[in-house]
Nanobody
Framework: QVQLVESGGGLVQTGGSLRLSCAAS????????MGWYRQAPGKERELVAT???????TYAEFVKGRFTISRDNAQNTVYLQMNSLKPEDTAVYYC?????????????????WGQGTQVTVSS
């Protein structure tokens, strides 16, 4: 199994910054992508950013230029640096990894999720 533990959420004022971290552990053989989704009250979960290996990144339009995703492959950890936060960024942020936990090269990659961390941006 794979466990993902997020940290770094909290309450911040508009224009402030937060840095989220997510550490993956367990029987991980290989990681393809890691990233972040978010879900605001009454809304569907939406993609925020993903990173493949250490340098292939994808961002949602609404965070481009404000958020930066990075990854420490040695630690199986992904980070999300969030700057210039807005009230509309308020949501529960979920980390995921697309991981092979089957222990061999041909094993399937599956998405595993963390439990989420609350980010609240006050106006």
């Amino acid at each position: 199994q794979v466990q993902l533990v997020e940290s770094g959420g909290g309450l911040v004022q508009t224009g402030g910054s937060l840095r989220l971290s997510c550490a993956a552990s367990g029987s991980i053989f290989r990681i393809n992508a890691m990233g972040w989704y978010r879900q605001a009250p009454g809304k569907e979960r939406e993609l925020v950013a993903t990173i493949i290996n250490s340098d292939q990144t994808t961002y949602a339009e609404f965070v481009k230029g404000r958020f930066t995703i990075s990854r420490d492959n040695a630690q199986n950890t992904v980070y999300l640096q969030m700057n210039s936060l807005k009230p509309e960024d308020t949501a529960v942020y979920y980390c995921y990894c697309n991981c092979n936990a089957e222990g061999y090269v041909g094993g399937r990659f599956r998405n595993y999720w963390g439990q989420g961390t609350q980010v609240t941006v006050s106006s």
